[in-house]
């Protein structure tokens, strides 16, 4: 069946925040900015928010960008375009210093309020705020419905969870479908006093409290009223604006209880990655209702050969000779060769081929050709872009490793995070 889409095109108009420095995802985020980091193989994180709203019906997008915004700017360039007779249009919106604002972006808050002036020659009643660095597959217009039903001012998607994760958390507690309450990572002994009913399902499960998502929905005029006058120097939407707006206005939560997960940091990136790879996996690339929209790179298919593999997701463009690879994501144009194995390993791939005459002039120089070498083992690992990993490499990740940042590679959580070009030599041993 398919999902319910927004009727009128200029009913709602989003604002996706592209996010701050990301320091917990370094070091992806050393030369890119979190929307920005490949995940799945073939996509970049901001395409999850962007094909969400496309599947919705809202082709009116701005993305705000600051930290390391290159790369972040040219995959949107490069990738939405509409057609001539449509009025749809995913626009940056770089950080700029004005004679009236001389500073960057100090929050989310922050960053929307300096992009109000490109914003406001576009009609809209209600804004849409999304965060470009999570995982999920929302319907904003049943959430816009819920908006509307009750009434609302403000509307907060919310996440029922259990006593581990909401101290993680901001939570809000509701009554008929208004929130009441806030509080910012609750400590676990104030728990209690902050259940909600989220639902039979939801509270046989231990999720009995309702965390929020970062997604809002605001009516536009009170939207530019908080940002240019109520709350002038408020600069966070999560600390400061929404706790100030539940005890004013009418805030309603849209109770969403479909997979979400906040990219925070690499072992969340990492699990995500893996996650899609499972039979039935929580977030599922396999949707014709619900496609995520990425550059179309019109690279030829895989290539396999004699490779057992398990579990594992093989992008376009890529040439596999491995020996074995199981519960791995290898994105576009990887080269593995081969006695290979990989376990548990998410490679992002390269930008580029290397040429025969490149290769052998690399092989008669005993260098490392793009890719992964032969007879390679490498286990619990990200492999950035355009890696070289020379033959006989021992890559060996788990929690035996304590957490250390090497000019090549960095360890997190046991993860290890092979670097963006790094060169790693014949032999080498982690």
Partial sequence: MAI??????KEILCVILGG???????PLTASRSKPAVPIAGKYRLVDIPISNCLNNGIGRMFVLTQF????????????????????????????????????????????VRQGLRHIEPFDSDYVLILSGDQLYQMNF???????????????????????????EFGILKSSEGLITSFIEKPKKELLPEWTSDTG????????????????????RKLLFDLLETEYLKATDFGKEIIPESIKKFKVASYQYEGYWTDIGNIYSFFE????????????????????IYTRPRMLPPAKISGTTLEKTLVAEGSIINASRIEHSVIGIRSRIGTGSTL??????????????????QALAGNFPVLGVG????IKNAILDKNVRIGNDVRINGGPHLENVDHALYTVKDGIIVIKKGAIIPNGFVI
């Fill in 20 to 26: 701050g420095a990301g320091s917990r995802l370094f």
């Fill in 343 to 360: 376990v548990n390993t998410y490679i992002m791939g390269s930008d580029y081929y290397e040429t025969l005459p490149e290769i052998a």
């Fill in 272 to 291: 995500a990655n893996l996650g899609l790879t499972e039979d039935l996996p929580d977030f599922n690339l396999f949707d014709n209702d619900n496609a």
């Fill in 374 to 377: 032969d007879r390679c083992y």
């Fill in 141 to 167: 217009a049943e959430m816009l419905d819920n908006h509307k039903k009750l009434g609302a001012d403000i509307s907060i998607a919310t996440i029922p969870v259990g006593d581990r994760e909401a101290p």
């Fill in 200 to 219: 039979d399902l939801m509270k046989a499960k231990g999720r009995n409290y309702l965390a929020s998502m970062g997604i809002y929905i605001f009516n």
């Fill in 4 to 9: 319910r889409t927004i009727t009128h095109s």
């Fill in 68 to 111: 390391n915004s290159a790369s972040l700017n040219r995959h949107i360039k490069n990738t939405y375009h509409f057609s001539a007779f449509s009025k749809a249009f995913v626009d940056i919106l770089a950080a700029e210093q004005t004679p009236d604002n001389p500073t960057w972006y100090q929050g989310t808050a922050d960053a």
